[in-house]
């Protein structure tokens, strides 16, 4: 469990508590078109809200690098919030976040009113977690609550430097519940314990392959990155995904799992193409790729292996597709994968990003125990990394 001061350990009744949610939710034309997230955020807030806590939320939304950008503004998370809180959440529009509006308005809140900041990205020092916006911030609270746990992977000054600032530092429902699922799963798993890697590089998940073989009975790599597993093996991989300057690194990880007794699965067959085209004829190949093709979903006998791996898991943990979901044609493997998962008698999680949407989409999402909101946060935490928005809080 973890050891951090939460919001059943502290008073809020008449404070002003600066809430760090994640509203970084895809927006369409002003619309949201994904609402996890908000939903995600509300147990923490419906606690302080029923404590008679003054709350002032805040969030980043998108990449608007240091400067307003109205595309991405808060403002309609407010107006969705209101409506999902069934009470007002008023929006304080202020382009530098912490302006007159802000201030005049977190003045002005009562016991279990609710007040919405502008995108904290709005301001340069955010993603730098400067000293004077983490004081900004720090100025209209008593006390500061994290629940984001999308960005619990980044020291910014709305979720690390704020901290410093303020007299209490707490997390959230949301932030508790997802590293006891992740922490459990990892550091305490009813075994068989197996974990699914896929997605585009080997690059990006270098530290979490080397975490997860000290940890799992069985690891299953597909999508993208299974490619330079292949070619490590002396397989051609035509022109699928490949990073060669990684082959070492994966024949590495081939042997490290042979030695520690871990059962490591890679393709032993292909979705390939001749053009990166969800309209482009497709075959399955076994065995080596042909020169002017390339890999772009697992095909049927591996869907067939991987999901007999799983048969008696008792603990799952998956992070990134098995091909190029987003195009019909390559989305089989990925969705044969999610099929298995729903069908287990285990703890499954669900490890952000991709293989969340994926999930969701195909509308296995109430099958699965857990569906993380963070992607990167939760496969820094794979990594075995500790997580600076965590760290930050008071410890209980
Ligand atoms: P990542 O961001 O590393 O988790 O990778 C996710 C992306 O990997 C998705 O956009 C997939 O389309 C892509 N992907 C998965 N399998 C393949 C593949 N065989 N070839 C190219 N891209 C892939």
């Given at each position: 469990m973890l050891n951090k001061k939460s919001v059943d350990d502290i008073q809020v009744k008449g404070k002003r508590v600066l809430v760090r949610c994640d509203f970084n939710v895809p927006l369409q034309d002003g619309k949201i078109t994904d609402e996890v997230r908000l939903v995600a955020a509300l147990p923490t807030l419906k606690k302080l809200i029923s404590e008679g806590g003054r709350l002032i939320l805040c969030s980043h939304l998108g990449k608007p690098k240091g400067e307003p950008v109205p595309s991405l503004s808060l403002a309609p998370v407010a107006v969705r919030l209101s409506e999902l809180l069934e009470q007002e959440v008023k929006f304080a529009a202020d382009d530098n976040v912490v302006g007159p509006n802000a201030k005049a308005a977190a003045e002005a809140l009562k016991d279990g009113e609710v007040m919405l900041l502008e995108n904290t990205r709005y301001r340069k020092e955010e993603t730098k977690n400067g000293e004077e916006f983490s004081k900004d911030l720090a100025s209209l609270a008593d006390i500061f609550v994290d629940d984001a746990f999308g960005t619990a992977h980044r020291a910014h000054c709305s979720n690390v430097g704020v901290t410093k600032f303020t007299k209490e530092n707490a997390v959230g429902y949301l932030m508790q519940k997802e590293i006891d699922f992740l922490g459990n799963a990892v550091n305490n798993p009813a075994r068989p314990f197996v974990a699914i890697l896929g997605g585009s590089k080997v690059s990006s998940k270098i530290s979490v392959i080397n975490n997860l073989l000290d940890k799992v009975d069985t690891l299953i790599i597909g999508g993208g990155m299974a490619y330079t597993f292949m070619k490590a093996q002396g397989k051609e991989i035509g022109t699928s995904l490949l990073e060669a300057d990684y082959l070492d690194y994966a024949k590495e990880m081939m042997e490290k799992a042979e030695k520690q007794g871990v059962k490591l699965l890679i393709p032993v067959d292909t979705v390939v193409?001749?053009?990166?085209?969800?309209d482009a004829p497709t075959r399955i190949a076994e065995g080596d790729i042909q020169p002017d093709e390339m890999g772009l979903d697992i095909g049927p006998k591996t869907r067939a292996l991987f999901a007999e791996a799983l048969q008696d898991a008792k603990t799952v943990v998956w992070n990134g597709?098995?091909?190029?979901?987003?195009?019909s044609n390559f989305a089989g493997g990925t969705i044969a994968v999610a099929q298995a998962l729903a069908e287990l008698d285990a703890t499954t999680i669900i490890g952000g990003g991709d293989s969340a949407a994926a999930v969701n989409q195909l509308g296995f999402g109430d099958k699965m125990t857990h569906i993380s909101t963070g992607g990167g946060a939760s496969l820094e935490f794979l990594e075995g990394k500790e997580l600076p928005g965590v760290a930050a809080a008071d410890d209980k």
């Open positions: 193409a001749k053009e990166f085209n969800n597709p098995m091909g190029v979901f987003e195009m």
